[in-house]
């Protein structure tokens, strides 16, 4: 339209005119939209904080209670879009229970074999199960550990902890329904068998980085973790809001972790994560206590202020507490402005996505007012 222009600026190249001028307009709120899409996404998974697994619970955690108030400080000092927690939820003779295997003592283990359809091999007591297995029918075998009776469906022990300050949207992800199949991880159970629907929120929020924090480190938490990362996610461990069952597991469990790419942190390195989230109103914009790199919509915590080259700038700003606030605020604002005209929206973008279109602009408008003339 542009170059049309140029060769035949006559009045009746004016109705073309006037859509080059559109085009300038419509132009930056298209390329930021695109670029902010690009930023993390991140959920925060709460793993099995129930009343089974913390002091006076049919299988307590030691220290397993001491994971709430960790909980409680990034709940309420973090930014997650999209925060779930699982909840352990056995049947009353599920298979991994010790008094479910005659001779075999609590915290024992034993081999469970499985048809490739998830069938387990010779415990008739279970509706999905095959009798007489043949050795041509064993697809998998699990070495299963056999636990005290917990987590039972529709029991006080089987309930999440009130103490938690879970907010008024977090999502619960139940697993360990199925009676003759453990499932430690918050995404499929122990054979793979089956898939809760974890994977698929994760998927409708566009999360691609998760924190993951609870009980038990060494089990529930690592298994999820694990799973994560093989599905792609960035995966951080919070090791402080969690707490393991045995140190050589836990051992054992981090060899994996490093393996997949399984991140260990600390409640300060999550809440210091939410430093790098930027916030205001066009070009102005301020950003939370500490330093970051903004890169065309990419956020990264840095630890050097003042400017570096490839195009990054640092900014430190004001205490986290009242930026937070401030935080809230402008995505409230930024939620409203959605449904408003073009105009209005291009004028609430994310600070980030402004670096770009900020750079075009001026010689396109410049060219658009050569045109006309």
């Known amino acids: 339209f542009f170059f049309v222009s140029i060769f035949f600026s006559n009045p009746d190249t004016m109705p073309m005119n006037f859509v080059s001028l559109l085009l300038l307009l419509v132009l930056p709120y298209v390329v930021g939209k695109d670029v902010n899409a690009k930023g993390m996404k991140t959920a ?5 904080v129930q009343h089974c697994f913390v002091p006076n619970g049919t299988l307590p955690v030691a220290g397993g209670d001491e994971v709430v108030g960790p909980i409680n400080t990034i709940l309420a000092n973090r930014h997650f879009d999209l925060v779930v927690r699982t909840q352990d939820w056995h049947c009353a003779d599920h298979v991994s229970f010790a008094a479910m295997h005659p001779g075999h003592a609590a915290f024992s283990s034993i081999t469970l074999n499985y048809t490739v359809d998830g069938r387990l091999c010779d415990y008739p007591l279970y509706t999905h199960s095959k009798v007489n297995c043949s050795a041509a029918d064993v697809n998998v075998s699990l070495s299963q550990t056999l636990w005290p009776e917990h987590c039972v469906i529709n029991t006080t022990d089987a309930d999440l902890l009130p103490s938690v300050a879970w907010p008024e949207d977090v999502v619960t992800v139940r697993k360990g329904y199925h009676c003759e199949v453990d499932s430690y991880s918050g995404f499929y159970n122990n054979g793979g068998f089956a898939a809760t629907e974890l994977q698929l929120l994760l998927q409708r929020h566009g999360i691609n980085t998760v924190y993951i924090a609870g009980l038990a480190t060494d089990y529930c938490v690592s298994y ?7 599905l792609h996610y960035e995966t951080y461990i919070v090791m402080d809001a969690s707490r393991a069952i045995s140190s050589d597991t836990l051992i054992t469990e981090s060899i994996q972790w490093l393996e997949l790419g399984v991140k260990q942190v600390n409640v300060s390195d999550v ?5 790098c989230v930027s916030f205001g109103y066009g070009p102005m914009m301020m950003m939370m206590e500490g330093t970051c790199a903004m890169v065309f919509g990419k956020e ?7 400017m570096v080259g490839g195009g990054k700038m640092f900014y430190r700003g004001m205490s986290c507490e009242v930026a937070l606030a401030k935080h809230k605020e402008y995505r409230a604002a930024e939620e409203r402005d959605k449904s408003r005209s073009t105009s209005a929206a291009f004028g609430n973008l994310h600070a980030a996505s402004w670096r770009l279109p900020l750079l075009l602009t001026p010689p396109l408008v410049g060219l658009g007012v050569l045109i006309m003339l």
């Not at 809440?271 to 430093?275: G, R």
């Open 300 to 306: 990264e915590c840095e630890d050097t202020d003042g």
């Open 271 to 275: 809440i210091a994560k939410d430093a």
């Open 224 to 230: 999820t973790a694990k799973d994560a990362a093989r």
């Open 44 to 48: 925060f998974l709460i793993i099995d």
